[in-house]
């Protein structure tokens, strides 16, 4: 059975710094491209990074480039996000989330439970 | 930056049929994915690939294309049906992922 475990989340000031963690377990973590997506309170999702396979490609959106990164441990079965310089904007629901490649094309096909990011003074 | 559009309700009666549309430059040229999501819970792929069913999702959902709309149609809706919708797809590069803003879809 697929499973995808989030931790990491919590209470940070903004400007302040938080890395998640993804536990996955029930398939070949390896040979997936991985993602994250938050879905602020009340709002709708938004996707925020893949990164492929072996870690050699990994993309985001605009609103934080530069101030997150996106990151594995194929050894671990693990994905991070480190999230610097956070703003008030950046609270949300944190999900990992499973990446199937049909034809350059990508889609989500297990998520995790998600785990919540409060970014305020 | 790219878009997905999307109504942000749709509300029908219970066997009667939903349909919710998505519009997007790209998506002529991009597959379209739907996720039902309800209150508390992660979201779950319903539609891949414009039209095709993962396994355990029931057949009253369905979904189809035509230039740069995509439309999820669930038909004979069930009370149980009642959640919001997302569409997703990505920009013509194909590098960036994108959401539709979101349907709430209300069994009446």
């Known amino acids: 059975e697929v499973q995808l475990v989030e931790s990491g989340g919590g209470l940070v000031q903004p400007g302040g710094s938080l890395r998640l963690s993804c536990a996955a377990s029930?398939?070949?973590?390896?040979?997936?491209?991985m993602s994250w997506v938050r879905q602020a309170p009340g709002k709708g999702l938004e996707w925020v990074a893949n990164?492929?396979?072996?870690?050699?490609?990994?993309y985001y959106v605009d609103s934080v480039k530069g101030r997150f990164t996106i990151s594995r441990d194929n050894a671990k079965n693990s994905l991070y996000l480190q999230m610097n310089s956070l703003r008030a904007e950046d609270t949300a629901v944190y999900y990992c989330?499973?990446?199937?490649?049909?034809?350059?094309?990508?889609?989500?096909?297990?998520w995790g439970q998600g785990t919540l990011v409060t970014v305020s003074s | 930056s790219y878009e997905l559009t999307q109504p942000p309700s749709v509300s029908v009666s219970p066997g009667q049929t939903a349909r919710i549309t998505c519009s997007g430059d790209?998506?002529?040229?991009?597959?379209a994915y739907w996720y039902q999501q309800k209150p508390g819970q992660a979201p779950v792929l319903v539609i891949y690939?414009?039209?095709e069913r993962p396994s355990g999702i029931p057949e009253r959902f369905s979904g189809s294309s035509s230039g740069t709309t995509v439309t999820l149609t669930i038909s004979g809706v069930q009370a149980e049906d009642e959640a919001d919708y997302y569409c997703?797809?990505?920009?013509?590069?194909?590098?960036?992922?994108?959401f539709g803003g979101g349907t709430k879809l209300t069994v009446l």
């Open positions: 790209a998506l002529p040229k991009q597959y």
């Open positions: 989330a499973r990446v199937l490649e049909l034809l350059s094309s990508y889609y989500f096909d297990y």
């Open positions: 690939k414009d039209s």
């Open positions: 997703q797809s990505a920009d013509s590069s194909g590098t960036t992922l994108v």
């Open positions: 990164i492929k396979q072996d870690g050699s490609e990994k």
């Open positions: 029930g398939f070949t973590f390896s040979s997936y491209w």
